[in-house]
């Protein structure tokens, strides 16, 4: 399986299961997709696993869980919470 970051064509994206888009992952945060792109930006948040082209960029279930998790454990999720506002 390709490392996170990898350019892909769009059948290894459909295969490798890399589904949540960044309007997704936004949206499942409660975060502006502007918020998150300055999370990733900064380091706060993982790049994408899977990079189609620079416009079209995918993240695996797990590494969305394994940040939250990350979060919580941290006690940083606030600190994400009130970045959003």
């Known amino acids: 399986m390709p490392s996170a970051g990898v350019i892909v064509n769009s059948q290894e994206l459909s295969r490798?299961?890399?589904s949540w888009k960044p309007a997704d992952v936004?949206?499942?945060?409660?975060?502006?997709?502007?918020?998150?792109?300055?999370?990733?930006?900064?380091?706060?948040?993982?790049?994408?696993d899977i990079v189609l082209t620079d416009?079209?960029?995918?993240?695996?279930?797990?590494?969305?869980?394994?940040?939250?998790?990350?979060q919580a454990s941290d006690g940083r999720?606030?600190?994400i919470a009130r970045a959003a506002c």
Do not use: N
């Open 55 to 70: 416009k079209i960029k995918r993240w695996r279930q797990e590494t969305i869980d394994r940040w939250i998790e990350a």
């Open 16 to 18: 490798l299961g890399a």
């Open 26 to 48: 936004a949206a499942f945060l409660k975060v502006d997709p502007r918020t998150l792109r300055r999370l990733i930006s900064s380091g706060a948040f993982p790049a994408a």
């Open 77 to 79: 999720r606030m600190q």
